[in-house]
């Protein structure tokens, strides 16, 4: 490609239950490992954003969403210690399904005191963006 | 980088004056030479994207602006023929400054009838999604 080189794209998927409550992966590798995280990942050449997002989040936790919301574009250049990312975010809702962990989850599971976990990367922000977004709409 | 091969990252800006003229360069460069097109260009990797927002408009147009509100993300593999970029695109408001072409641009102008004419890229679209966006704040 004759691009110059850029943040690496990736996106980020908040998934709430009727009950509010959030699908959160554990990260089974560096960095955060271990941590909870929102379901996402890198975006493939060839493939939209929301494909990727879907992609991701099916991989990492085998559900499949309906429609998907933009939260915002997260790109602090120290968001993730490998390097320069850019994440899209994107919110949905799901009326009940059943995580299975995938890819690199370590676990996926639906978590209810999301608020007082330590999250990986800037998730903390996304989500609390997407939870506003969520009362908007 | 440590990071597998992702869609390039650019940012794009529409800018709308008091009069609901639109600011549009004059491409200096291929693809689409001649054409008019949204300010914008690659993010820097180490640059959040509204920051190069900001940069690309004040590098092509010399114009500043205040907020940028984000219209949406526009990712489709085939919106640039020479390869697969991912575009953040915002908009934002002036009163009133006299552009001054510069960088890739070989025009900077306000356009009244941007309706009337082809754009470069999906600028067309996004310009579309801009005004709705514009009309609901």
């Given at each position: 490609?004759?691009?110059?080189?850029?943040?690496?794209?990736?996106?980020?998927?908040?998934?709430?239950?009727?009950?509010?409550?959030?699908?959160?992966?554990?990260?089974?590798?560096?960095?955060?490992?271990?941590?909870?995280?929102?379901?996402?990942?890198?975006?493939?050449?060839?493939?939209?954003?929301e494909d990727?997002a879907r992609r991701?989040l099916r991989?990492?936790?085998?559900?499949e969403v309906?429609?998907l919301?933009?939260?915002?574009?997260?790109?602090?250049?120290?968001?993730?210690?490998?390097?320069?990312?850019?994440?899209?975010?994107?919110?949905?809702?799901?009326?009940?399904?059943?995580?299975?962990?995938?890819?690199?989850?370590?676990?996926?599971?639906?978590?209810?005191?999301?608020?007082?976990?330590?999250?990986?990367?800037?998730?903390?922000?996304?989500?609390?963006?997407?939870?506003?977004?969520?009362?908007?709409?």
């Amino acid at each position: 490609m004759p691009f110059p080189p850029t943040p690496a794209l990736t996106a980020d998927c908040v998934v709430f239950d009727q009950a509010g409550r959030v699908l959160l992966i554990r990260r089974g590798n560096e960095p955060f490992k271990g941590q909870y995280a929102l379901p996402g990942g890198f975006v493939d050449i060839g493939e939209r954003v929301e494909d990727g997002a879907r992609r991701e989040l099916r991989e990492e936790t085998g559900i499949e969403v309906g429609d998907l919301n933009l939260i915002g574009v997260y790109s602090d250049p120290d968001r993730d210690p490998r390097g320069h990312t850019c994440s899209v975010a994107y919110f949905a809702r799901v009326d009940h399904a059943d995580p299975v962990a995938g890819d690199d989850a370590a676990a996926a599971e639906w978590v209810d005191d999301w608020r007082t976990h330590k999250l990986a990367f800037d998730h903390a922000r996304i989500l609390a963006d997407a939870e506003r977004r969520r009362e908007d709409s």
